[in-house]
C-alpha cells in the first residue's frame, strides 16, 4: 500500500523557518496532487497547501506569502518551506496525497502520521 512520512518539525521562534518533507512511498501508478493540512488542538484540520501534477498550487490565506510548496524531482517528494512562522501556526503538520495505487482503481486519500510544528513567542 501507499505510504506518506513527513519530517522536518521542530521547534522555532517566531520569524524563524522551518522544512518540512514528505515521501510517498509503495505502489504508486501516479499522484494527482500532494498537499499540507494541518490541526492545532481543539480546531478543524485545514488545508495549508497543495499542490497538482501539473504543478499549480494553492494556499491557505493565513501563509501566502510565508509558504512555498514544492515538489522534489522524483515527483513523490513534496515540501513546504515556511518562513516568517508564528505562533499561529502552532500544529500538527499532516501530508496528503491523492494517489493512484497500482493495485487499486482509483485515486485515493493518503495521509501521513503528522509532524509537530511548534512556534514560539
Known amino acids: 500500500q501507499v505510504q506518506l512520512v513527513e519530517s522536518g518539525g521542530g521547534l522555532v521562534q517566531a520569524g524563524g523557518s522551518l522544512r518540512l518533507s514528505c515521501a510517498a512511498s509503495g505502489s504508486i501508478f501516479s499522484i494527482n496532487a500532494m498537499g499540507w493540512y494541518r490541526q492545532a488542538p481543539g480546531k478543524q484540520r485545514e488545508l495549508v497547501a497543495r499542490i497538482t501534477s501539473v504543478g499549480s498550487t494553492n494556499y491557505a490565506d493565513s501563509v501566502k506569502g510565508r509558504f512555498t510548496i514544492s515538489r522534489g524531482n522524483a515527483k513523490n517528494t513534496v515540501y513546504l518551506q515556511m518562513n516568517s512562522l508564528k505562533p499561529e501556526d502552532t500544529a500538527v503538520y499532516y501530508c496528503?496525497?491523492?494517489?493512484?495505487?497500482?493495485?487499486?482503481?482509483?485515486?485515493?486519500?493518503?495521509w501521513g502520521q503528522g509532524t509537530q510544528v511548534t512556534v514560539s513567542s
Open positions: 496528503n496525497g491523492n494517489i493512484k495505487g497500482s493495485d487499486f482503481p482509483k485515486a485515493y486519500d493518503y
